[in-house]
């Protein structure tokens, strides 16, 4: 319907300037390893991973160990090598084609090292198996594997073309088939206890030999097997005694010690060591020449000497004081570390797989000092935050990293995938991606008046909580009425900037103010508010609640949902797709929206508002990863960082009219015939029967067993529909239940008034129940104030976010909604003045892409009032909330204030 068109043309509003930077809690742009960022499929194939750590890259290669030491499943035992990569990686620039589930997750092995093909996993102790490699190295002309639980390093001298290609050189044993450690726990000069760190500079090898809490260093490349290392760090000599059982160890941090050493890497000028066990990740500034050689600084420590994980009493600025006085830390900021397990640098950043944070670090400059704080995060959305899962922008243990000069390559173990990020402009923030209708759903409240106005009597709003309460006052005067006190609160709470957390809105009708929270979201259902009146006022003033409620997150999305991008450059013009054709453009203005890497279709864009409509097919994943990508007049293109989008079953949204919150519903009355509706429910049972009485015509269907409650509704429909004196029409309603509409054939006032009444026989388990008693509310056109709905009317709103529907094949994704009526698959009730109001159809919208229209059927003892609060619900997920204006003609001698406003 052209009603709801201009629906998704809602304003918007700027984000952040523009950054050239890694930004915090920026989503990953790409995925390998998966069919989809969130698929965590187990297994092992050319384009599936493991629970993978180790990482390489190097002469347009990726190499992935596909193994790990954390407990993540499964262990692949292999080594996988992705050649030509720059031909599989499209770059952030590219248009994607949607030739699969996920344009955006990509990537297949061309070899297998380890294993003789890509579907075997199975571990052993040869030239050509591995237990457990952990890391891979690699210069583009050689590669250098950890194969950590054989105790050794495979060194192949030229990079394998084949599968299970033989290793050329083996460190730390003395042949292909030994795995030992030496005697009473001793090591030498060419041993290794559990490795799980290589790298290669020039012809320089390093190896972190992690159980011995070492790094070895050879000078030059070796070329025998067993042959010894040069040099040793984290340990005096070659062979001074390792305490294998680290509780006896003890910790004692110093600069020329370690414990647990998991990564050794540089960036050819200095080294950096992942310190695991103090915590720390160790820098030299230059490489070392000397054995035992002391790190210059220490990243996540305030120096050398220091162990504790997240110390943040010594790198992270107090939150707030406690009531004694004392400083409260966070958990973690920017300058701590947790069992940090990869640190990596292209020479003018620094990148640290934190992975006890379930984050990767980023310094934009390479740290001259110890306790240098990151400048970013990736992985989790703020510095002091640790949520890990497998959302686009989260990961779970990142074991290891590698830089192309474009992407940033992190392993994420857990999620049995390695996710890439990409430098772009952070133009869309954080949830800037929402439901296009609700748009930001806020919590309420209300506080309502009555009783008997006396002057000198004062009132107290207070909001916050105890003890920190922020009061508003106000001392009744002669000639008040409930309105003026109502607006005078209004005034006090929005003075000036207003109070810090809730707008005040006066309504006058009831004699009260609807409170809102100034935060959208859930945030705002924390708001505690409270009332008080001076000792023996008459005045009766009530909160309803003592905190707002029914903050929701607008940026959790279903399949199909209309969405609303928020930012800034979104686009260089302004573009309306043409509302004559069926399918909606993927391109508009030059400008295309990627959600893993599919383009969606287009209602509208604009440089700080996007108007877009998700696939319904990707019920299949929790979370997605979408940008902007536009075409500037130059010549020039030019993309967003990416952004999370979380993806949930269902969250609808009702179209609102601009406006503070709560918003006005886009709302029609149901029809110009007078309308009633008759539910039919309970069991069948051969031989009852169930009787439908409208005026003084009867229409009685006898039970047979081949009925069903849907049949029994039908054949009712056809009895009335088939009688020429009848005084309605009859309609089948098939959302929720089995249902029937009753229309007076009369357009107009006139069909109402029509009585009609349901039974069934004694005993009967069919049950037959009218909702009203006669036909009511004939109306036609927008609810407004000055054309408001009635009690027990049937009203239309229309809707986004109702996720999939059945007949599922009847929606297409962009396409003008032409076919039967629809249900959606999860069930909505909703709620008008705290009171049921009966969903009697809720379809996708004929004409209408990703719309869907409910028939809600009003209660009918709601009393007056022109901002009477709606809602509709799909489990736990509740709309925003909208106010539509009843009038009650008839109404009850006293309205109960607490379901006035909510």
């Known amino acids: 319907m052209v009603r709801v068109a201009c629906l998704v043309l809602i304003c918007a509003f700027s984000v952040c300037a523009q950054q050239r930077e890694f930004v915090t809690g920026q989503a990953a742009r790409l995925v390998i390893g998966q069919e989809t960022f969130t698929d965590q499929r187990p297994g092992a194939s050319d384009t599936l991973i493991g629970g993978a750590s180790g990482l390489a890259y190097a002469n347009d290669m990726l190499f992935v160990a596909d193994t790990n030491r954390i407990g993540a499943f499964p262990l692949n035992h292999r080594v996988l090598i992705y050649t030509n990569l720059s031909q599989q990686i499209p770059k952030p620039t590219d248009e994607l084609l949607y030739t699969q589930r996920c344009p955006a997750c990509i990537g297949k092995a061309d070899v297998v090292i380890g294993q003789p093909d890509f579907e075997k996993n199975e571990r052993g102790l040869s030239q050509t198996a591995m237990r457990l490699p952990t890391a891979v190295a690699s210069d583009g002309r050689r590669m250098v594997v950890a194969d950590t639980d054989n105790n050794r390093v495979l060194i192949w001298n030229s990079i394998p073309s084949s599968h299970n290609a033989p290793a050329d050189l083996v460190l730390g044993q003395s042949d292909f088939t030994s795995a030992r450690i030496p005697p009473g726990n001793v090591p030498n000069a060419s041993s290794f206890r559990g490795p799980q760190g290589v790298w290669i500079q020039g012809d320089n090898l390093f190896v972190a030999d992690t159980q011995n809490h070492r790094v070895l260093i050879w000078n030059s490349w070796p070329t025998s097997n067993g042959q010894a290392a040069n040099l040793v760090l984290g340990q005096p000599d070659f062979s001074s005694f390792v305490e294998p059982d680290l509780i006896n160890a003890g910790v004692d941090p110093k600069p020329e010690n370690m414990i647990n050493p998991v990564s050794v890497t540089s960036d050819g000028i200095r080294l950096y060591v992942s310190d695991l066990g103090h915590n720390r990740v160790l820098v030299w500034n230059s490489l070392p020449t000397r054995n035992q050689q002391p790190a210059d600084i220490a990243i996540g420590q305030p120096d050398l000497t220091s162990a504790l994980s997240n110390n943040v009493r010594a790198l ?443 039974s069934s026989s004694a005993d009967s388990q069919l049950l037959l129940s009218a909702f009203n008693v006669a036909t009511c509310c004939a109306n036609f056109g927008p609810v407004t104030q000055d054309n408001p709905a009635i009690p027990g009317e049937q009203i239309i709103v229309y809707a986004t976010g109702l996720g999939i529907s059945q007949p599922r094949d009847a929606e297409l994704t962009g396409a003008k909604y032409r076919g039967p009526v629809t249900e959606p698959q999860e069930f909505v009730s909703s709620l008008a003045g705290g009171r049921t109001a009966q969903v009697l159809l809720a379809t996708t919208a004929e004409g209408q892409v990703g719309t869907y229209e409910l028939i809600l059927e009003l209660n009918n003892d709601l009393p007056s009032n022109p901002f009477t609060q709606l809602t509709i619900a799909q489990d736990v997920f509740v709309s925003n909330i909208v106010t539509v204006p009843i009038f009650n003609p008839n109404p009850p001698p006293e309205d109960d204030l607490d379901t006035l406003l909510p």
């Open 316 to 758: 992270c600025e107090p939150v707030f004081q406690d009531d004694e006085g004392n400083d409260v830390f966070p958990a973690r900021c920017f300058g701590t570390l947790s069992f940090p397990r990869y640190a990596l640098s292209d020479g003018r950043r620094l990148f640290i797989a934190d992975g006890g944070n379930d984050r990767v670090l980023v310094f934009n400059r390479i740290p001259t000092a110890s306790g240098t704080a990151a400048d970013s995060v990736l992985g989790q959305i703020e510095g002091s935050f640790n949520f890990a899962s497998v959302d686009t922008d989260r990961v779970e243990t990142p074991m290891s990293l590698a830089w192309d000069g474009e992407n940033l390559y992190v392993s994420d173990s857990f999620n049995r995938r390695i996710t890439v990020y990409t430098v772009a402009e952070p133009k869309v923030p954080y949830t800037g991606v929402r439901n296009a209708a609700s748009f930001a759903i806020f919590a309420v409240g209300a506080v309502t008046f009555a009783g008997e106005i006396v002057a000198g009597d004062e009132i107290t709003i207070s909001f916050g909580p105890e003890g920190e309460e922020r009061e508003y006052k106000y001392t009744i005067v002669e000639g008040d009425t409930f309105e003026v006190i109502a607006n005078r609160f209004a005034e006090l709470i929005d003075r000036g900037e207003g109070d810090p957390e809730v707008f005040a809105t006066p309504n006058p009708f009831v004699g009260g103010i609807t409170l809102t929270a100034r935060q959208p979201g859930i945030e705002g259902n924390s708001v505690r508010y409270r009332v008080a009146v001076s000792e023996n006022a008459r005045l009766q003033v009530t909160a309803v609640g003592t905190t707002l409620n029914g903050g929701q997150d607008a940026a959790r999305l279903g399949p199909g949902t209309i969405v609303s991008v928020i930012g800034d450059d979104l686009s260089e013009f302004t573009g309306v797709a043409d509302p004559n054709e069926e399918q909606l453009p993927t391109t508009l203005a030059n400008t295309q929206v990627y959600a893993d890497g599919i383009r969606l279709p287009l209602f509208f864009v604009s440089p700080t508002q996007i108007n877009a409509q998700l696939p319904f097919e990707i019920s299949d994943r929790t979370s997605m990863s979408a940008y902007v990508r536009t075409v500037l007049s130059d010549g020039t293109v030019r993309v967003t960082s990416p952004v999370a989008i979380a993806i949930v079953p269902q969250n609808p949204g009702i179209f609102a009219h601009p406006g503070q919150e709560p918003r006005a519903a886009v709302a029609f009355h149901g029809s110009p015939f007078a309308s009633g509706t008759v539910s039919v429910d309970g069991s069948i049972n051969p031989g009852e029967t169930g009787t439908l009485t409208v005026g003084d015509r009867e229409y009685t269907v006898t039970v047979t067993e081949d009925d069903t409650l849907a049949s029994v509704r039908d054949r009712l429909v056809e009895l009335i529909n088939s009688d020429p004196e009848a005084l309605v029409n009859a309609v089948a309603s098939p959302s929720f239940g089995q249902r029937l509409r009753l229309l007076a054939k009369i357009e107009g006032p006139e069909g109402n008034g029509i009585p009609f009444s349901a």
